[in-house]
């Protein structure tokens, strides 16, 4: 799992599996643009199937397909991977889906999740969505 953001690469946050070992799940990528605002594109990682069809189907996502395998966070991450921290940022309405549109932000660190919720001074600001998967370190 690459880190990136508007202003580049950041380097490397975590591994993920190319193959499905025992006890692992799809980690499935979804996208979503309209092609004229690059600010509203948007790359979607879960674990849950049930999201990336909600997503699908009721925000206009496009499915890209499984980005590896993942360990899923139940309550802890075992030893030799580390949480994927999810949030969200709703920028601007789109009525074409029907809700909002923005950007997901993926982090492995701590401090950096709990910055981009309480120091985010941009035009709208990150809602924490929780650890999404154990990736590997």
């Not at 499905?20 to 199937?49: I, K, M």
């Amino acid at each position: 799992v690459a880190t990136t953001t508007y202003n580049g690469d950041q380097g490397l946050a975590g591994y993920v599996d190319t193959t499905q070992a025992p006890g692992e799940v799809p980690l499935y990528r979804l996208y979503y643009g309209n092609g004229s605002e690059p600010w509203q594109d948007d790359h979607f990682y879960t674990t849950s199937w049930g999201e990336a069809s909600n997503a699908v189907n009721s925000f206009g996502y496009g499915y890209e397909g499984v980005a590896g395998y993942v360990v899923p966070f139940n309550g802890y991450c075992p030893a030799g991977t580390t949480p994927l921290y999810r949030m969200w940022a709703a920028w601007d309405s789109d009525s074409s889906v029907g809700g909002w549109v923005g950007d997901h932000f993926y982090t492995t660190d701590w401090s950096e999740y709990s910055a981009a919720r309480d120091n985010y001074t941009g035009i709208s600001y990150f809602s924490q969505e929780g650890v999404q998967a154990c990736v590997y370190q």
